[in-house]
């Protein structure tokens, strides 16, 4: 169940920047550091490759990379495998003609991924509302290579879809604000006390709900759009399923012809979908993640 999964039963997650150097470059590298290909739970110096993220492995939960040159030079980003799903789910083709808007960009562990997804081809609009986290985003950025991202100091809901400059925009990544209630140590936080107010208030969840609704709408209105992902670091339906059942009841759905994406092309070998008492939401997928 979710509630059984915990931040030392998580392994320390890294995905190899593809920007710099291949995996099988990566795994040299560790290697020489002293670390080998085996069980990350079994030995504290073994490491896996991922099997269902290109590029990402897994090592032990405690493993330490603050201070590791691959690290500090961007050839590998510490991302969580739940936080690699989005990305890899809306892959966008690598060609220069690919326009992808990612709505909500800080700090910029996805919009990255997406940059080597689509192996620094087309463009990539990195929407950010926040200055702060802006300039977090553009630091990110700079460090992992991402020369065919345009960062924006932008609200995305402020931008006009009908624009011509977004009018060949075919891929949308939304990834905006929410409880954070699915992030490991705050789920630890939630099991020791259910009735957090912080997290579960219900006022609060509503207004998340309501602007995170919003969000998915104002994407469904790019004229050329086809494929928009939307994830969360919650638990709550009230941010997941009956959001998405929102977005996909609106008039922008039926306006635009948006449907569910069957199971079949949404990672189907992950085993762990949505709520099945909220609705079919078979495509959903489940993760906990860390906080770093
Ligand atoms: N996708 C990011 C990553 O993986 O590194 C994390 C995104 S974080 C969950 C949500 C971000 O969206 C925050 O930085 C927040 O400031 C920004 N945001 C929220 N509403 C926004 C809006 N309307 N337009 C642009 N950015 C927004």
């Known amino acids: 169940t979710r509630g059984d999964i915990r931040a030392s039963q998580i392994p320390r997650y890294v995905r190899v920047n593809t920007k710099f150097w291949t995996s099988d470059e990566a795994i040299a590298y560790f290697i020489k550091k002293g670390f080998s290909i085996g069980d990350p739970f079994q030995t504290s110096t073994s490491f896996a490759k991922d099997e269902h993220i290109p590029d990402l492995f897994l090592f032990a939960p405690q493993t330490s990379f603050q201070d590791d040159t691959a690290y500090t030079s961007g050839k590998v980003i510490l991302q969580d495998k739940a936080s690699c799903f989005p990305a890899f789910v809306l892959s966008p083709p690598a060609n220069d003609k690919c326009l992808v808007i990612d709505a909500t960009a800080a700090p910029g562990n996805k919009t990255s991924h997406l940059s080597a997804i689509m192996k620094g081809k087309g463009k990539i609009l990195a929407f950010e509302r926040d200055r702060k986290r802006f300039h977090t985003l553009k630091s990110m950025l700079s460090k992992a ?11 995305f809901l402020s931008i006009d879809p009908s624009d011509t400059t977004y009018a060949s925009v075919t891929h949308i990544l939304l990834d905006p604000s929410c409880s954070g209630s ?5 789920l630890d936080h939630l099991l020791n006390a259910e009735n957090d107010d912080d997290i579960n208030d219900s006022d609060r969840l509503n207004k998340l709900a309501a602007f995170q609704l919003q969000m998915i709408t104002h994407a469904m209105r790019f004229p050329s759009v086809q494929k928009i992902v939307y994830s969360t670091c919650s638990v709550h339906a009230i941010e997941n399923e009956r959001v998405v059942s929102s ?15 069957p199971r079949e092309v949404v990672l189907p070998a992950w085993p762990r979908r949505g709520l099945p008492q909220e609705m079919e ?7 906990c993640q860390h906080t770093y």
Not at 281 to 287: A, R, T, V, Y
Request: charged letters at 10%.
């Open 247 to 261: 977005a996909l009841n609106s008039d922008e759905a039926s306006n635009m012809g948006f449907i569910l994406a």
């Open 281 to 287: 939401m078979s495509m959903l997928l489940f993760l």
């Open 182 to 186: 699915g992030i490991v140590n705050r």
């Open 145 to 155: 290579g991402c020369a065919n991202v345009l960062p924006l100091n932008t609200d």
